[in-house]
Structure formats: structure tokens, C-alpha cells
């Protein structure tokens, strides 16, 4: 396919798809030759992948707020709902040419996670059904090659899905019917703890932090009902087991690693005194 056509199916126009060019990454997969956006550029997600003429895209960006009372109500004008967040590594998977291929946050296809996948989840019917779909899921348990977190309801490795997006346009289906899809389809998905007014959610997701920080688990992601606003607050538990493993390897993380679980436990801390 000529560059043309993928910057109409990106949505921008020729020079802004010419200055994105410079950015792009080439790689391939076995014979399968692709491009992708490595690193955030302005129009266009981080993992945007252009591959066979096909567009798949990145997963935006999701903001983060230190404070629930005050990063919901900025964040949200409606209901909110309140999903788990997993400590593991995401892919995006879809299916090209008849083939399952998982991708990373960057956009590079990984090879580990395209391999096992099969035996993880059965998605087959799912792709029938809607070929345009990009499962979004985590990878999470003690056998993951890297992120490694204990949980105790998974032995070895196991994939959850968190998200269900148009792959050409990245648009999402709503919180409802993604879980109905995913429920039918037989797919595992991360726990919904429940949906809740703007007005309770704050407390309400205080609650449920307090609950997984005591089991030492990662924190939640919150949606509006539509799907198409996100926010997520991690536990305490999370940022000290982070920084615990950051300061016995002191030079193999980089500043900005620790300087935001840092930032994340002084705000934390200013909370408990004031």
C-alpha cells in the first residue's frame, strides 16, 4: 500500500503523515514487514502499527490522578465505572491475513506473546464474528518473562481482556457491551468492581484501593460508561514494591522510573498528615 492511502486511514493529511514518517520504526515479523510509532507524536497513538496496508492502532494514553477527590470529578461529568488493574504487560492482539499477531505498547509484534497466546485464550470465533477487532488484554502471572507478580488465582501465565477497540479507528465499545462480548466469546477479563454516581465514586474507590492494597495488588482503572475517558490510581502497595525493586538495582532503572512512584508516595504521605 503507498504511504497515500495510509494517511487517509490514519486520518491526517500528507505532510503530517511525511513528518511522522522520520518517527516510524521498520521491523518484521518472519516475512511480514511493518512499521510503527515508537513514541508518543501529536494525532497519532504510541504502537500506531502499519502493516499489509492495514492500520492497527496504539492504545491512548491513560492519565493518572494522585488525588481521587479532586483527579474524578475533573476527569468525569457522569457515572463512573471501576475495573481492576493489573500488574502485567498489555498487548493488543488482532487478526491479519488469518493470523493472531500480539502487539506491545510500542507496537512491535511479540513474539512470545503471538506463540502462547493460543493456549492462553481461544479468540477464533471472536475474530469470525468481528474481524476488525483489537483485544486488548494484560498478560499477568509468575511464568510472564516481564513483568513477574504473584496472583494467587493464576499458577502460570494467563491472559485478561480490559478493553475491546475498532482496530482501524481505535474507537472503543462501551464498558456494557464489551463485557456482555467478551462473557459470550468465553475471553477472561479483568473484575469490574461495579459502577458508580460521580458523586459516591470517589469514596467508593477509595474503598476498593484500601481492599486491594491489603492483598497487595496493583490498583484500578476507571472508565465512564462509554468507555471513551479514562483514568487509573494505583495502590500503595504497588509504588513501594516498585521502588523496593528500583533501589536494590539502582542503576538499571532510569530517574523517571522512580521519580514518579516518589512523587506518587509524597502525595500519599501529605494526604495521611493534613
Known amino acids: 500500500m503507498g504511504d497515500t492511502e495510509y494517511h487517509r486511514k490514519l486520518g491526517i493529511g500528507t505532510s503530517a503523515f511525511e513528518a511522522l514518517e522520520d518517527h516510524l520504526e521498520r521491523r518484521a515479523y518472519g516475512?511480514?514487514?511493518y512499521r510503527h510509532v515508537p513514541d508518543y507524536r501529536r494525532g497519532v497513538e504510541r504502537g500506531t502499527v502499519l502493516i499489509a496496508g492495514e492500520v492497527v492502532r496504539g492504545f491512548p494514553k491513560v492519565p493518572r490522578t494522585l488525588v481521587l477527590e479532586t483527579g474524578i470529578p475533573t476527569q468525569f461529568d457522569g457515572p463512573v465505572a471501576v475495573e481492576e488493574k493489573l500488574n502485567g504487560y498489555n498487548v493488543r492482539v488482532v487478526r491479519l491475513a488469518g493470523e493472531q499477531l500480539a502487539f506491545t505498547r510500542s507496537g512491535m509484534v511479540c513474539p512470545f506473546t503471538t506463540r502462547v497466546l493460543g493456549r492462553l485464550v481461544d479468540l477464533e470465533e471472536l475474530f469470525e464474528d468481528h474481524p476488525e477487532a483489537m483485544v486488548c488484554g494484560e498478560i499477568i502471572g509468575p511464568e510472564n518473562p516481564y513483568t513477574a507478580h504473584d496472583y494467587p488465582e493464576v499458577d502460570s501465565i494467563a491472559f485478561r481482556a480490559f478493553d475491546w477497540r475498532d482496530r482501524r479507528t481505535g474507537e472503543p465499545l462501551d464498558v456494557a457491551e464489551r463485557r456482555e462480548r467478551y462473557e459470550r466469546y468465553g475471553?477472561?477479563?479483568?473484575?469490574?468492581?461495579?459502577?458508580y454516581a460521580l458523586e459516591d465514586a470517589a469514596s467508593e474507590v477509595g474503598r476498593i484501593v484500601a481492599e486491594l492494597d491489603a492483598e497487595g495488588r496493583e490498583g484500578v482503572v476507571l472508565r465512564s460508561v462509554d468507555a471513551t475517558t479514562l483514568l487509573k490510581y494505583t495502590t500503595a502497595a504497588s509504588t513501594r514494591s516498585d521502588l523496593a525493586y528500583?533501589?536494590?538495582?539502582?542503576?538499571?532503572?532510569?530517574?523517571?522510573?522512580?521519580?514518579?512512584?516518589?512523587l506518587r508516595e509524597g502525595f500519599r504521605t501529605c494526604l495521611l498528615y493534613t
Open 187 to 195: 475471553v477472561p477479563q479483568t473484575r469490574l468492581f461495579g459502577e
Open 31 to 33: 516475512d511480514l514487514e
Open 246 to 262: 528500583a533501589f536494590s538495582l539502582p542503576f538499571d532503572y532510569g530517574q523517571a522510573f522512580m521519580f514518579r512512584r516518589l
